[in-house]
């Protein structure tokens, strides 16, 4: 049997530009197909990879990005494998607001300048909630789907856990280096975590902490699809006695 294409799905602030770095070290760029970047879509994609010969295909052995979605597995003739890590959702969010506040280059950078953690976790318009939903149950991939965060129903829910059931590995960002072990039980190469320098600031956990009951209750209620995927998750991972 040939080596299988591992389909790393990277949920943003969840540690993957970490894991990217450690698979590059074992795949070559010719073996990495990049599902990134806002101008890749499941129909640029698709046409892509529809179109791209079988030889170029065939030396694929890592497909990484955002933009991943359960599907494009279809594309290769080879065997495959998905992995992702989940994050708890609102420290998820916390992280991903002190991340745009940091990068001039996103798009909502200027927004969150200007209006606090609180505020924008009590607008669901921009605090994107219950995005793991969207991002594992969608079929058609527009950049990250944030219009579909206001839509999200329970359908949506069963349809992202029966494609996790799919997936050969759902990490915790929460026990990253101990869920990489267990994820290289499972990878037919071997990766080793580098000594990462530390971008988020403490101060981004002080915040979370501070945030007040009413907001922590908010964030609770608006993500609940994605804190019953969490909740999977843990449930998932105590089998592996990585969770008390």
């Not at 992702?84 to 609102?90: A, E, G, H, K, L």
């Not at 609180?118 to 009590?122: F, G, M, S, V």
């Not at 995927?229 to 449930?235: C, G, Q």
């Given at each position: 049997?040939?080596?299988p294409?591992?389909?790393?799905?990277?949920?943003p602030k969840?540690?993957?530009s970490?894991?990217?770095?450690?698979?590059r070290e074992v795949?070559s760029?010719e073996?990495?197909?990049?599902?990134?970047?806002?101008?890749?879509?499941?129909?640029?994609?698709?046409?892509?990879?529809s179109?791209?010969?079988?030889?170029?295909?065939?030396?694929?052995?890592?497909?990484y990005?955002h933009?991943?979605?359960?599907?494009?597995?279809?594309?290769f003739?080879?065997?495959t494998?998905?992995v992702?890590?989940?994050?708890?959702?609102?420290a998820?969010?916390?992280?991903?607001?002190?991340?745009?506040r940091r990068?001039p280059?996103?798009n909502?950078?200027?927004?969150?300048?200007?209006?606090s953690l609180?505020?924008?976790?009590?607008d669901?318009?921009?605090?994107?909630?219950?995005?793991?939903a969207v991002?594992f149950s969608?079929?058609?991939?527009n950049?990250?789907n944030?219009?579909?965060?206001?839509?999200v129903t329970?359908?949506t829910l069963?349809?992202?856990?029966?494609?996790?059931?799919?997936?050969a590995f759902?990490g915790?960002q929460?026990?990253?280096t101990?869920?990489?072990?267990r994820?290289?039980?499972?990878?037919p190469?071997?990766?080793?975590?580098?000594?990462?320098?530390?971008?988020?600031?403490?101060t981004?956990?002080?915040?979370?902490t501070?945030?007040?009951a009413?907001?922590?209750?908010?964030?609770?209620i608006?993500n609940?699809?994605?804190f019953a995927?969490?909740?999977?998750?843990?449930?998932q991972?105590?089998?592996?006695?990585l969770v008390e």
């Open positions: 049997m040939s080596e294409v591992v389909i790393f799905h990277h949920i969840t540690a993957g970490t894991l990217l770095k450690a698979f795949y760029d073996e990495i197909y990049f599902a990134h970047g806002p101008n890749n879509t499941s129909e640029t994609m698709s046409n892509e990879l179109q791209m010969p079988e030889e170029r295909k065939a030396k694929i052995r890592l497909v990005g933009q991943v979605w359960y599907g494009i597995h279809t594309f003739p080879q065997p494998i998905y992702t890590f989940v994050r708890n959702p609102i998820r969010f916390v992280s991903f607001y002190f991340h745009v990068t280059r996103q909502l950078h200027t927004l969150f300048l200007e209006r609180k505020e924008i976790a009590q669901p318009s921009h605090s994107f909630p219950n995005h793991l991002y969608r079929s058609i991939v950049s990250h944030f219009d579909d965060c206001q839509n329970i359908q069963k349809q992202s856990l029966e494609n996790l059931e799919h997936y759902v915790l929460e026990s990253f101990a869920e990489v072990e994820l290289n039980q499972l990878l190469r071997k990766i080793t975590l580098q000594k990462a320098e530390r971008v988020a600031p403490k981004d956990a002080d915040n979370f501070a945030l007040d009413e907001t922590l209750q908010k964030l609770v608006d609940w699809a994605d995927i969490y909740s999977w998750a843990v449930l991972n105590r089998k592996h006695g």
